[in-house]
């Protein structure tokens, strides 16, 4: 089984990396690289209604999880499980939102922003790995929920 570094007591450097990464994926737009003229309404269509999807499953993912929400991958000292709203059949809405949002974004505003969208995936993928493994020394019942949910996506993945 793969090792996932902690990367600070709470998991503060992976809060680190994914900032860096979000930010990148908003700032490619500085780049000014567009879509082609012929693909371009379909795609940037296409981001809205995932850049704004993304944002929605956030905030329901963070709502629900009220008090016991961290950016950070170690579960907070008075946090307590969740298995309602979206953690019925997902683990980690909060990062699937905020990917969603990414890729959402980068279709909308600029291609070049889907490198760091892929890497901040990768990211939140290695960062859910570390946490799990805290969320499981921390609740007993979280093994069961691991096996009957997803990572990210319901059915997938």
Do not use: C, N
């Amino acid at each position: 089984m793969l090792r996932i570094p902690r990367l600070g007591p709470r998991g503060e450097g992976w809060v680190a990396l994914q900032t860096v990464l979000i930010v990148a994926t908003v700032a490619s737009t500085l780049t000014g690289s567009r879509w082609p003229r012929s693909d371009r309404l379909a795609l940037e269509v296409l981001g809205a209604v995932a850049a704004s999807g993304g944002i929605g499953l956030f905030v329901y993912a963070r709502v629900t999880l009220g008090r016991s929400f961290t950016p950070l991958p170690r579960p907070r000292d008075d946090a307590s499980f969740t298995d309602r709203g979206p953690y019925r059949r997902v683990r980690h809405p909060v990062y699937a939102g905020v990917i969603l949002a990414a890729i959402g974004w980068s279709l909308l505003r600029a291609p070049i922003g889907l490198v760091p969208s892929a890497l901040l995936a990768v990211v939140f993928d290695l960062k859910s790995r570390r946490e799990e493994a805290w969320l499981l020394e921390r609740y007993p019942p979280y093994d069961a929920y691991r096996r009957r949910t997803r990572r990210f996506v319901p059915l997938l993945y």
